[in-house]
């Protein structure tokens, strides 16, 4: 199925998210700390961390995760992106 992939790096980006706003409200905050508040398997979380430390949203720290200013204007920009994204499926369906 054509969409497949695009609903895959969907539920990916979702779950980046969610660890993401995970470590806002509990940082500094670790894997296990974020597996259990998330309700993600361990090794799901730790690659979430990986992808938001190498775009810049995280760096560790000794007591677990923190979010940098970056991560701040990210989630700011969030529902602008998200509002782009969901006006060209929509015009890719008519």
Same mark, same amino acid.
């Given at each position: 199925?054509? %969409?497949?992939? +695009?609903?895959?790096?969907?539920?990916?980006?979702? !779950?980046?998210?969610? *660890? +993401?706003?995970?470590? /806002? !409200?509990?940082?500094?905050?670790?894997?296990?700390? @974020?597996? =259990?508040? %998330?309700?993600?398997?361990?090794?799901?979380?730790? $690659?979430? @961390?990986? *992808? +938001? =430390?190498? =775009?810049?949203? /995280?760096?560790?720290?000794? !007591?677990?995760?923190?979010? %940098?200013?970056?991560?701040?204007?990210?989630?700011?920009?969030?529902?602008?992106? /998200? =509002? !782009? @994204?969901?006006?060209? +499926?929509?015009?890719? $369906?008519?």
């Amino acid at each position: 199925m054509l %969409t497949k992939k +695009l609903e895959h790096e969907l539920n990916m980006l979702e !779950r980046h998210i969610l *660890v +993401l706003k995970a470590v /806002i !409200r509990g940082e500094p905050i670790g894997i296990l700390k @974020l597996a =259990e508040e %998330t309700e993600f398997p361990k090794h799901k979380v730790r $690659y979430s @961390l990986r *992808v +938001l =430390e190498q =775009e810049g949203l /995280i760096e560790p720290s000794l !007591r677990g995760a923190v979010v %940098t200013d970056k991560a701040k204007k990210f989630i700011a920009c969030l529902k602008s992106d /998200i =509002e !782009r @994204l969901d006006k060209k +499926l929509n015009q890719i $369906y008519q």
